[in-house]
């Protein structure tokens, strides 16, 4: 009986198992879903992804199937796009079909359709067309986003000298830098770097990032369907989120008890005054949960990024000290000692910004970028997008081109350079994404006061160069040397 039972099992998977490929034939070819391996029952293709590398697995995978494929993460299907050629053409020739936010199974549990990163509806335009009209506006006859970064530049200049030369991990004072310029335009202040609270904020952001890169994390972006109902380890990250959002929720507090509608303060009271002015409006955008999840949407999507950033350039220019000296007597040229570097130092440090660009380049911070999905069946190239179907573009394909960029795993800051020396753009250039509907971008953009979106890939941050400058290469005490 037992033998029989454990028979009849294995008939039912060998069953389900010839359904599902003959399912995935009926589905893939010209006319149809892009080609991709043949998924498991429920498993998808586990097989041939592996999470913890999901982007090189995935260069692997359109070696073989060619720039546009599917794979099954669990049970749904995915669309990858690998290259420039249809990573531009989807994202910036066909921005409105492409445009919508696709399946985000972390962010959209932690966030539940609110906010600006992991919303996809009309109150997320409103909400994402108010963000960005209120911090480009922000300091209108006060200070610019620049002088903030200046500002903050000096304390964290203050905590690098307290360390006397000794050696030190600068995360965290990296995330609190950054983070400060932020909390200066959303919370309205800056916070010390020994703040308890903030330090506390700091290791919830940086532990929700490992959280989902970690294996659990990877799994659960997969298989949400199945462990949101399991106990285990993927759940403790939405603790780290509650406890930022919780945060968000006492400042908005103390907002609402200071809030004069006449004269906001930063974005915090101009939301509050929105919500004012829309409060007889049952259908909109401007409520409280959805401040808060906004709020908190800003202070995570500027901070990790921007400071991880930085970090990885440290680290390379301490593996590259040559590049590092030219770096270093371009500052010392241009800025010299006795002042603060400025944006309109930018166009007379081509090496400094092609530094920058080829950091980013580099090191791929976001590889697979955030996912986008079609709102209607969408035929591209001979293919059929079905409605709703996620969709990846691979960044990291585009920033790694061999065409664009030779020897792309070599960092060489020449990838950006003429012959001549003068600075050259690339549409290659897509750190963090391109086309509608970039949140990391837009923000980035505000946040480091960069100008000249590029041409061919709107909506992108062209340069880090003002933080990266201030932060980064400031040429006297701040020696990298």
């Known amino acids: 009986m037992e033998l029989l039972g454990a028979a009849t099992v294995v008939l039912l998977v060998c069953i389900a198992c010839l359904l599902s490929f003959a399912a995935w034939r009926g589905r893939s070819g010209k006319g149809k879903m892009p080609p991709g391996p043949a998924p498991l029952p429920i498993l998808g293709n586990v097989l041939q992804v592996k999470p913890k590398n999901l982007a090189k697995t995935l260069q692997k995978l359109s070696e073989e199937y060619g720039p546009v494929f599917t794979v099954h993460l669990g049970s749904d299907p995915v669309v990858v796009l690998h290259g420039h050629d249809v990573v531009k053409e989807a994202l910036v020739d066909r921005a409105d ?3 919508a936010r696709g399946h985000m199974p972390i962010g959209d549990r932690a966030n539940n359709g609110l906010g600006i990163v992991f919303s996809n509806n009309e109150g ?21 986003i620049e002088e903030r970064i200046q500002e903050e530049t000096e304390y964290l200049l203050e905590e690098i000298n307290k360390t006397k030369g000794t050696p030190f ?10 983070s400060n310029v932020i909390c200066s335009i959303v919370f309205g202040k800056r916070y010390d770097y020994k703040d308890k609270k903030f330090l506390a904020l700091m290791n919830n952001m940086n532990n929700i990032f490992e959280m989902m890169n970690s294996h659990w994390g990877q799994l659960y972006q997969m298989f949400s369907n199945i462990l949101s109902y399991l106990p285990g380890p993927h759940n403790r990250i939405f603790a780290e989120f509650d ?4 945060f968000v929720s006492e400042e908005v507090k103390m907002h609402q008890d200071s809030l004069d509608p006449s004269s906001p303060q930063d974005f915090i009271d101009c939301f509050l005054s929105k919500m004012q002015e829309e409060k007889e409006n049952p259908n909109s955008s401007f409520y409280m949960k959805n401040l808060i999840t906004s709020t908190f949407d800003l202070f995570i999507a500027g901070t990790e990024t921007t400071s991880t950033t930085i970090r990885y350039g440290l680290l390379l220019l301490l593996k590259y000290p040559k590049i590092q000296e030219k770096v270093q007597e371009e500052i010392d040229r241009v800025v010299g000692r006795s002042r603060r570097p400025c944006v309109a130092d930018r166009t007379q440090m081509p090496y400094t910004d092609a530094v920058v660009h080829e950091i980013q380049r580099f090191i791929s911070l976001i590889p697979l970028g955030l996912p986008h999905t079609v709102t209607k069946d969408t035929r591209f190239r001979e293919y059929i997008i079905p409605k709703g179907t996620t969709i990846y573009p691979i960044l990291s394909s585009v920033l790694h ?11 060489n800051p020449e990838h950006f350079l003429n012959k001549n020396g ?13 086309g509608k509907a970039q949140t990391f971008s837009f923000f980035l953009s505000l946040l480091t006061s960069s100008s000249g979106d590029h041409p061919a890939f709107p909506y992108n941050t062209h340069s880090l160069f003002p933080a990266w400058s201030h932060w980064c290469f400031l040429g006297a005490p701040c020696s990298l040397n």
Not at 403 to 408: A, L, Q
């Open 422 to 434: 003068t600075f050259r753009k690339s549409e290659f250039f897509i750190p963090f994404s391109a």
């Open 243 to 246: 406890a930022l959002k919780a």
């Open 124 to 144: 997320w335009l409103q909400v994402r067309r108010f963000a960005l009209t209120t911090l480009r506006n922000f300091g209108m006859g006060k200070r610019s």
């Open 401 to 411: 081109d061999s065409k664009e960029f030779p020897n792309p795993n070599e960092f």
């Open 97 to 99: 079909e492409f445009a």
């Open 169 to 178: 991990d600068p995360t965290f004072m990296l995330s609190c830098a950054v």
